[in-house]
């Protein structure tokens, strides 16, 4: 990954590109973008590109609606599907103000604000996703169907498994653009898919996730195919989760090593996430359609946490050295990345700077004691209603995210919980809100 401007611009210059996709995240983390010729990326740099930024909900308003996209010269990757000869290339951007400041409800910069405050404290902090999706036939248009791609089960092989040369094909392209995959296999449900990637510091894992579902999706287009992150797109069959592993480190030291001893500042770490779970459920899970998620196939409803048991909202892995982490069970792939990790590294360094104390660990089957576990635990939200108002009332979220972000972004929630509840099919509202998007 080239890092330097003049480096961008001769490789720009020697391996034929001839359109530059400057790509950033609204609010939701849907992915937007601008396309540039060569002779502007020196521009770009040096003033950034406007755009209209009173088109997207958080951003501006009719009366001031400028806003500037500067690129990101680390995030330089080469678009593999596209031809060979007048290549295209991406950046992510940074969003600026016309005169200079930084945009304080861009997504990259609401996370970089929270990794400063975390090495504050002499920390880094790095995320691995685990993200789950699956693959639906196309009707004789061309349009997505309920109709998934194979009947296979969890690791089954071809030719049970239609989807291996699908995933063969992501996994290569995602090496192609720089990023790491770790291990793919067919999930639980038919036509399901998970594949996971290499750790990596905040923004840089934001920027993958971001590119890994534009790939996914890309992938399963070229064959014929549609891929849903729809958190439950099939009643009856598991959902698809977007596991979010972390680990924090210092002085290169993995602090995990330490989980459970006396004063630890992991078990301080994870008590503050668990203490804002609910306050930023609707972050973690965006949609209407998360929520049918929670309490089956292995979806977490209860805020407790245990060593390897998958039924609480945090586990520990069994693993070692570097690979020591927390395992994040909630979150669907809707989310935006870059608010998700902000808010969950921001809610672990209030649990560090008040010294939260962790309650002992669920080792019980939570999926089959329900009774005993409601009188136990606090529970996630059961809708996406309850979320807003928990949202709503909550102090730590209007700490931490920009007023117009945090307002634009309930709101429009607020409406997508509305529509929900007057619908008269409520399947296929969701269908209609969610399906193509997500």
């Not at 291990?183 to 890994?212: V, W």
């Not at 921001?346 to 080792?363: S, T, V």
Request: proline share 6%; net charge negative; charged share 25%.
């Amino acid at each position: 990954m080239t890092a330097s401007i003049s480096d961008v611009l001769e490789y720009i210059e020697e391996n034929d590109v001839k359109f530059i996709r400057l790509a950033f995240c609204d609010i939701f983390g849907i992915q937007k973008n601008i396309s540039i010729m060569p002779s502007e990326l020196d521009r770009a740099f040096s003033e950034g590109i406007s755009f209209d930024a009173s088109a997207f909900s958080g951003f501006m308003n009719i009366e001031s609606s400028d806003l500037l996209l500067y690129p990101d010269p680390t995030t330089l990757s080469i678009l593999p599907w596209r031809p060979s000869h007048g290549r295209v290339v991406r950046f992510y951007c940074d969003i600026r103000y016309p005169d200079g400041k930084p945009f304080e409800g861009d997504g990259r910069y609401i996370l970089r604000q929270a990794v400063r405050r975390l090495r504050q404290l002499n920390l880094e902090c790095t995320v691995g996703p685990e993200s789950e999706f699956y693959l639906f036939e196309l009707d004789e248009s061309g349009n997505p169907t309920l109709s998934p791609h194979d009947r296979a089960g969890y690791f089954d092989i071809a030719p049970l498994d239609r989807g291996e040369n699908v995933r063969r094909q992501i996994c290569l392209t995602l090496e192609e653009m720089g990023i790491q995959p770790e291990a793919s296999h067919h999930e639980q449900g038919p036509g399901q898919h998970e594949i996971d990637f290499k750790y990596s510091n905040p923004l840089r894992a934001a920027d993958n996730l971001t590119t890994y579902k534009w790939v996914v999706k890309t992938a399963a287009a070229s064959n014929g195919l549609f891929a849903s992150f729809l958190p439950k797109p099939l009643d009856g069959r598991p959902g698809s989760g977007l596991h979010i592993n972390l680990s924090l480190f210092r002085d290169g030291e993995n602090v995990f090593g330490r989980f459970g001893q006396p004063g630890s500042e992991i078990d301080a770490f994870i008590a503050g996430i668990l203490s804002r779970a609910r306050e930023i459920s609707i972050f973690l899970n965006p949609l209407t359609n998360s929520y049918d998620r929670f309490g089956e196939f292995e979806a977490p409803r209860f805020i407790t946490w245990s060593h390897q048991n998958r039924s609480p909202l945090i586990r520990i892995p069994a693993a070692s050295g570097a690979m020591r982490r927390m395992e994040l069970r909630s979150p669907d792939g809707a989310i935006n990345p870059y608010l998700a990790f902000a808010l969950l590294m921001e809610a672990g360094i209030e649990g560090l700077l008040e010294k939260r104390q962790l309650d002992p660990p669920c080792n019980r089957n939570l999926f089959v004691e329900e009774e005993d576990a409601a009188l136990r635990y606090s529970q996630l939200p059961a809708d996406l209603g309850e979320a807003l108002q928990v949202a709503e009332d909550s102090e730590f979220l209007r700490r931490i995210l920009p007023e117009r972000t945090l307002r634009s972004y309930l709101d429009a929630k607020r409406a997508e919980w509305e529509r929900c509840r007057a619908a008269d099919d409520l399947h296929a509202t969701e269908r209609e809100m969610y399906f193509i998007r997500f």
